[in-house]
């Protein structure tokens, strides 16, 4: 079982910076990419950006390609999203999962973390 805790929500005013983390149980087949997510009430969920742990390729959504960034420590199992000039509209429960292959649907990553609030005010 993949286990996978994130840190570093909270409120910012707009424009602000965040950083998440995840840190992973391992590094293994099942968690060939990370990804990071986000959920708003009424929303589906939003894939936003995604790493392998071997050749750190990335992938980004359209709504935060210009924005937030993706990164990882593989010696730490972390994996960080760093997001800046923030929005409102950014407000939502992000959250961190794992997945085998490189999908961008979240229909395709197998294990979630719990989630952490981050929250934008105008």
């Known amino acids: 079982q993949v286990q996978l805790v994130e840190s570093g929500g909270g409120l910012v005013q707009a424009g602000g910076s965040l950083r998440l983390s995840c840190v992973a149980s391992?590094?293994?087949?099942?968690?060939?990419?990370m990804g990071w997510f986000r959920q708003s009430p009424g929303k589906e969920r939003e894939f936003l950006a995604r790493?392998?742990?071997?050749?750190?390729?990335?992938d980004y959504g359209d709504s935060v390609k210009d924005r937030f960034t993706i990164s990882r420590d593989n010696a730490e199992n972390t994996v960080y999203l760093q997001m800046n000039s923030l929005k409102p509209e950014d407000t939502a429960v992000y959250y961190c999962?794992?997945?085998?292959?490189?999908?961008?649907?979240?229909?395709?990553?197998?294990?979630w973390g719990q989630g952490t609030q981050v929250t934008v005010s105008s």
């Open positions: 391992e590094r293994s087949f099942r968690t060939y990419s």
């Open positions: 790493i392998t742990w071997g050749n750190g390729d990335t």
């Open positions: 999962a794992s997945s085998r292959g490189m999908s961008t649907s979240p229909r395709e990553y197998f294990y």
